[in-house]
């Protein structure tokens, strides 16, 4: 058999990425769009390894088996937008599936093809007043979290009537959890833990490529979602003699909007956010984020829209999944594994932005140290990605993407479910009939510790 490229069914390097070519004038031209989609809906079309992980490829390959000629030149382009619509920017087809990435010759990046197909849909016709909501989620936060505001907006959630009202009127499907909103933010909570007796002050201590003096980018979700889990971070890493303190201002990653293909609204947040965290870095700090989907952005999504930004890449390097950080100190023999508590068992979801970094799972081998205590870890999507399991015509199959996990996590009848991902183990938890209450895989450590 010839070794000629051409002739190879995949490729047996490690996949690359290419920096998204978004400022160019070509990347807006919508026939060279449909040129590149057609060119990579026949790859996909022909392979077909992608079928269960979302809703694209079904989608994809039903316009292609109900078409005249069962071909994607069959498929009217006008049809395109439908597979689009489904991509949720997740990652896993590229990262776990797809043997034509680069630098296999075929060159096929399914996900940021939809990028740029969202991006020249989003420039051509906007997006609906219930999508730029959705996804201006500081905004709608700090609207949220007005005193007396707050409490009529998380009662409101939680009544049936009126979510079917708001699904009739904005499109959010009544059967989707939403987060509650907490006027005492992350920022509140941990000003006040830092003056407490509990909180040190912490020389820190260089271990490996950790400087050992962390700043934390609380991420929207955090400070105004989940705000328990800045005092369940602040305890855990001071516990282990790391240095940590808040990032003094931030917005957004940007996550939300680059998932519209607002990439205008991505380079706003970006600006916005990189001179405050490069600062940080020269300062000597490392950057965590408890959101996945968040690290993801500053270790990938941005530096490949902005290559040339050195800023962009000198915060890339800097910034740590929690876990990942605390391993790499285990690994030097500086975790602390004095714990007082086990654990039992617990159902892990890896969340797809956690599982693309590239950095195994971390997570679950921090956790596995605490005794008398199993982490089954689930490596599968749980199709909530921030917006799709809210909206109306996607809902359902948010649902049926998780249901596999679901019946997992059922079936371990697990101690205590968790996720890196809080939205991610919302979505599941609502669908399960075992899990009451998802926890962070912080907030587990630190319980562990007896903190």
């Not at 790499?328 to 617990?346: C, M, P, V, W, Y």
Request: charged fraction near 25%; charge should be negative; hydrophobic fraction near 35%.
């Amino acid at each position: 058999m010839s070794d000629s490229p051409v002739t190879r069914e995949g490729s047996l390097e490690a996949p690359t990425r290419h920096p998204v070519d978004w400022q160019s004038p070509d990347f807006w031209e919508a026939d060279a769009l449909n040129t590149e989609l057609e060119r990579v809906f026949d790859i996909c079309h022909g392979c077909r390894r992608c079928v269960s992980l979302c809703n694209a490829f079904p989608t994809l390959f039903d316009l292609v088996d109900e078409s005249a000629t069962m071909e994607v030149d069959g498929v009217d382009k006008a049809d395109y937008q439908k597979v689009v619509e489904q991509c949720y920017l997740c990652d896993m087809c590229y990262m776990s599936k797809c043997p034509y990435v680069p630098p296999h010759e075929w060159n096929v990046d399914f996900p940021h093809l939809m990028l740029r197909a969202k991006a020249v849909n989003f420039k051509n016709k906007g997006a609906s007043f219930r999508d730029k909501t959705l996804t201006s989620t500081d905004k709608v936060a700090k609207m949220a979290t007005i005193p007396l505001v707050d409490v009529t907006v998380n009662s409101l959630n939680k009544n049936g009537a009126f979510r079917k009202v708001l699904e009739s009127t904005l499109g959010v499907h009544h059967a989707a959890p939403l987060p509650t909103y907490h006027r005492n933010s992350l920022r509140k909570q941990v000003a006040a833990f830092t003056k407490s007796s509990v909180s040190k002050t912490i020389e820190p201590k260089v271990v490996g490529r950790t400087t050992g003096k962390v700043a934390f980018y609380a991420t929207c979700y955090g400070n105004y979602n989940a705000p328990h889990l800045g005092e369940d971070f602040y305890r855990v890493f001071q516990h282990n003699g790391i240095h940590i303190e808040l990032v003094p201002k931030e917005v957004c990653c940007g996550m939300p909007k680059l998932e519209l293909g607002d990439l205008d609204s991505v380079k706003a947040l970006k600006e916005a956010n990189i001179p405050v965290l490069a600062k940080l870095v020269d300062e000597g700090y490392d950057l965590i984020a408890p959101i996945p989907s968040c690290v993801l952005m500053y270790k990938q999504e941005l530096p490949l829209l902005f290559p040339d930004d050195e800023d962009v890449q000198k915060v890339k390097k800097a910034f740590f999944d929690p876990f990942e950080y605390l391993f790499l100190r285990h690994k030097e023999g500086e975790f602390n594994t004095a714990f007082e508590q086990s654990l039992g068992d617990i159902s892990y979801q890896v969340a797809c932005h956690l599982r693309v970094q590239n950095i195994g799972l971390k997570t679950r081998d921090i956790l596995n140290l605490v005794p008398e205590t199993t982490v089954v870890a689930q490596e599968r999507c749980s199709g909530h990605d921030g917006t799709y399991a809210v909206k109306k015509e996607t809902h359902k199959f948010a649902v049926k993407i998780a249901r596999p996990i679901v019946k997992k996590v059922d079936q371990q009848k697990p101690d205590y479910f968790i996720s890196d991902c809080p939205m991610a183990a919302s979505h599941i938890a609502a669908l399960s009939e075992k899990v009451d209450k998802p926890e962070h895989p912080m907030t587990l450590l630190r319980l562990a510790y007896g903190l």
